[in-house]
């Protein structure tokens, strides 16, 4: 029976405010006989994946890609729906949102594929050679950098919650985070927050006391935090707050020290794909050493490659921060709260904690 999903899905995408396009890179080749055509299907806004189609057509210049920028849930539904129809789908899904990406793999909408290249990713990131985890984003707190002159930064939720219950008047209002009853992506990393903090609740209470602002943008959050409007994120997805940080001399980001969640961007290969051979190449080429090294150093995405080294690299994660990394691991666990009655009774407990109860 195929899950019916209303109102909810996790989506990086989404977040940031990406809408459906499509975009044709032509062949490169200045003489193509049959030129070979890679459609790919991802949640990934085109100026971030730009640079990874570019490298990949320079190792192959006789394959055009046609690749379409989707919501994810949208993606999710093309799938299914043209594996249903027995139509041709996409050669390659590539999409940030974890949950919807595991549904279509162990609803057996996914092929089986394994290289040398698929065997070098952590065992944790991927599942049954169907689904693979590609890059490796942590969930961060984003501070405005002019009001905490001075002031401690909170390293961990339970400094966070230390400085919530203080009396702090000009805090109220000026704290933001996603809002979970529209936010996948929220609500994903507030369920890890339940496996690995047991104060969870404590913290929504202060928050509401607090007059939490909710999005479900992160360049809302972000452009708030940078104006002062706001003092503090949480729990904002790191490889944008990051790549903002960089260029914006408001604001910047702290990895907490008790914990950070870690988020991978999952790529298939849909076992009703119009050229499966070329799907694997693209696929190969998201993993290799030379792809993640784009991703990374002009995609702006950290790398999940082990041997790929670098500012934005899982490496560099871990030197950094070791232990208190908690990547999401790539399974059926994901799908946990896709189960309508889970996630009600979890966005119930939200809601009551918000408001004081």
Not at 203 to 231: M, P
Request: charged share 25%; aromatic share 10%; hydrophobic share 40%.
């Amino acid at each position: 029976m195929r899950l019916m999903i209303v109102g909810f899905f996790l989506v990086f995408a989404s977040v940031t405010g990406a809408w459906a396009e499509s975009y044709a890179f032509k062949t490169k080749a200045t003489t193509v006989g049959d030129p070979v055509n890679l459609k790919v299907y991802s949640t990934t806004d085109i100026d971030i994946v730009r640079p990874l189609i570019a490298a990949f057509q320079d190792l192959y210049p006789h394959i055009a890609v046609d690749y379409h920028d989707i919501q994810s849930i949208d993606l999710y539904d093309r799938v299914i729906r043209e594996s249903d129809e027995h139509k041709k789908t996409a050669d390659l899904v590539f999409s940030s949102a974890m949950d919807l990406q595991m549904k279509l793999a162990n609803d057996g909408y996914a092929e089986p594929y394994q290289s040398d290249t698929t065997s070098a990713i952590p065992a944790w990131a991927k599942w049954r050679n169907e689904a693979f985890g590609v890059t490796f984003e942590p969930a961060v707190i984003v501070y405005n950098k002019s009001y905490f002159k001075g002031r401690k930064i909170p390293n961990t939720r339970a400094e966070l919650e230390t400085l919530l219950n203080q009396d702090n008047s000009d805090l109220f209002g000026r704290i933001a985070t996603y809002d979970v009853q529209r936010s996948g992506f929220g609500l994903l990393v507030l369920a890890r927050d339940l496996e690995h903090y047991p104060s969870i609740w404590n913290l929504v209470r202060a928050f509401g006391r607090n007059g939490v602002k909710l999005y479900t943008s992160t360049a809302a959050i972000l452009d708030r935090v940078s104006q002062g409007k706001f003092v503090l994120g949480y729990n904002v997805l790191g490889s944008y707050a990051r790549a903002r940080a960089v260029r914006d001399p408001a604001i910047d980001i702290v990895l907490p020290d008790d914990y950070t969640v870690v988020l991978s961007r999952i790529a298939l290969i849909p076992r009703y794909a119009e050229t499966k051979a070329v799907g694997k190449l693209f696929l190969d080429y998201l993993l290799s050493k030379d792809g993640q090294r784009v991703l990374a150093e002009e995609a702006g995405l950290n790398a999940i490659h082990p041997q790929v080294e670098g500012p934005n690299t899982a490496n560099a994660l871990r030197l950094n921060k070791g232990r208190s990394l908690r990547p999401i691991k790539v399974g059926p666990g994901l799908l946990v709260y896709l189960d309508q009655v889970k996630r009600a009774k979890l966005l119930k407990r939200w809601e009551q904690s918000l408001n004081g109860r």
